[in-house]
């Protein structure tokens, strides 16, 4: 490879990555803004959740019409268009007088930033080799876990010099500056700029499109990782993005500054697990890290029903542990990659991404009305030990699910 292709290949996903940087932002920024929100709506748990869940919803929802758009129209514009419409969502957000205008401000946001991930995953396979491929899952995870780390501890402290509102409108100048420059510096693939691709690509048509989508819908093996990633990314998204500072400042009588920096961890955590990702697979095989790391994730989710005993300090290691133990499901969008087939990977990897966020979604609305049938304000620990019962039991299908998935592996391979 030449230099000049490497300073290309840096630069574009150097784009794309800032992108994923914001997406991870967004979607975790709820939680340390959740008593302004209460504050200025008078919004109940159930409210919150919904407001926090509605993103994961859209997402969720969108990854497989996302997959298409970026099979069909490239990265470049699907990440650039997304970013615009995060701004926009962004500044009605921060301008909402009302909880109705808070959710399409919410709604609009998840709406751009739905196809950024795959987007991403998809010049990481065009401008990278397969063997690089995991490893740089790994790096992509790091850098939208480092906007997961920024959206908490950091932005309670901007939120509480500048207010809510004017850091979600900070949020929108920026996120349609990264769209601009999505726009001029990515490249969709090497052959577009002068270079040999690095395997075969072409471009598909409407119709190969969807009879692609079709094809990858029919094949069962598609839904084990959809069914690992539902399960396995409700439980710690219900907490960074939407509960984890609450159930802090409520069951240790923390500051929410305090209790941002202490959720804060589970992005660290994650992070130091990804940059770890590539090595750690190859060492052992990816199903041996999945089952390893989900395992001692579900037994960390069931120590949660003891959180109300512990001293402040146990929180912020036990945010770290789990965000370390959650990546257990990066090998996910590989093995959809993988099953889909080359010429329909982003459809694959994005039907396994719409799984995991449909599941995120799910666990914090279920995880709200818990909170608000028990009363939450009124008997916290009670109502904060039934709702984090519901993450260790989706911990507990999560580890089933691989756990089948590798069997049925098993067996194709037999055949």
Known sequence: ?????????????????????????????????????????GLTASQFSLLASLYFYTYALMQVPAGVLIDYWGPRKSISLA??????????????????????????????????????????????????????????????????LVSSGPLAVLVSKVGWRNSFYAVGVITAIISVAAFFLIKDKPSLVGFEDLKEETQLTWKETLEGLKKVLRNRQIWFPTLIYFFSLAPIMTLQAAWGVPMVQNLAHAGKISASYSVMLIAIGFMTAALLSGLLTARMGEFKFAKIFLGMNMILMFSLLTASMWPFWCYPLWFFLSGFT??????????????????????????????????????????????????????????????????????????????????????????
């Open 1 to 41: 490879m030449t230099e000049s292709f490497k300073r290309t290949r840096s630069i574009t996903v150097a784009a794309g990555l800032s992108a994923y940087f914001f997406v991870f932002f967004v979607r975790t920024a709820l939680t340390v803004v959740q008593p302004d929100l209460q504050s200025s709506f």
């Open 83 to 148: 970013m615009i419409l995060a701004s926009v969502g962004s500044w009605i957000f921060a301008s909402a007088p009302s909880f109705l205008v808070l959710l399409w401000g919410r709604f609009i946001s998840a709406l751009g930033v739905s196809p950024v991930y795959i987007a991403v995953l998809k010049l990481n396979s065009s401008w990278f080799l397969p063997v690089e491929f995991i490893a740089l899952t790994g790096i992509t995870t790091f850098i939208g876990n480092l906007g997961a």
């Open 326 to 415: 959650s990546a257990g499901y990066m090998p996910v969008w590989n093995w959809g990659k993988e099953i889909a087939g080359t010429k329909f990977s982003g459809i694959g990897m994005a039907l396994v991404n719409g799984g995991g966020f449909l599941g995120a979604a799910f666990g914090q609305l279920f995880y709200g009305v818990v909170l608000d049938l028990l009363a939450w304000e009124q008997q916290p620990v009670l109502a904060f030990n039934m709702s984090n019962l519901l993450l260790a039991l989706s911990s507990v299908l999560a580890f089933m699910s691989l756990v089948l998935f590798e069997s049925a592996q098993r067996s194709k391979r037999r055949l």
